[in-house]
């Protein structure tokens, strides 16, 4: 690479970013992430009846997330910068998981299931292809 070139490409990497730019570059990063974030959260909603989980999108269809906590605080200190370290380790700040339960106690006609007890027996379904479905 000549100096002429070199010399351009320093100047192009070093030159400022307007306000605006910065802005624009700041927002669609941000979005970015958060389209991420909201694509690996429906990613990993495979909680069957039974399974782990955070919140109720960690949980399959007709379930939902009980007893989970973020901590005391909404889960605002994890990760923070400041407090004392290790406080979110404490167990009025440390997040909790729950647990997937079906909303009404069993699975209707179209939600998830692994075997036939998770499936709403007064309603004539049974477990098929992970889907609670009416029996033949």
Not at 6 to 19: A, E
Not at 105 to 113: L, T
């Amino acid at each position: 690479m000549d100096s002429q070139r070199f010399d351009r490409l320093t100047r192009h990497v070093g030159k400022q970013t307007s306000r605006r730019g910065a802005l624009k570059a700041t927002a669609g990063g941000t979005l970015a992430l958060l389209g991420l974030g909201a694509l690996s959260r429906t990613a990993a909603a495979v909680g069957f009846n039974g399974a782990k989980c955070a919140t109720s999108a960690d949980c399959r269809d007709g379930l939902e997330c009980r007893n989970a906590s973020r901590g005391l605080l909404g889960g605002t200190l994890e990760g923070a910068p400041y407090g004392p370290p290790g406080i979110t380790d404490l167990p009025p700040f440390a997040p909790s998981s729950g647990v997937c339960r079906y909303r009404d106690g069993c699975g209707n006609e179209g939600q998830s299931c692994q075997r036939n007890d998770d499936c709403c027996n007064g309603e004539n379904l049974e477990c098929g292809n992970n889907h609670c479905r009416r029996r033949n």
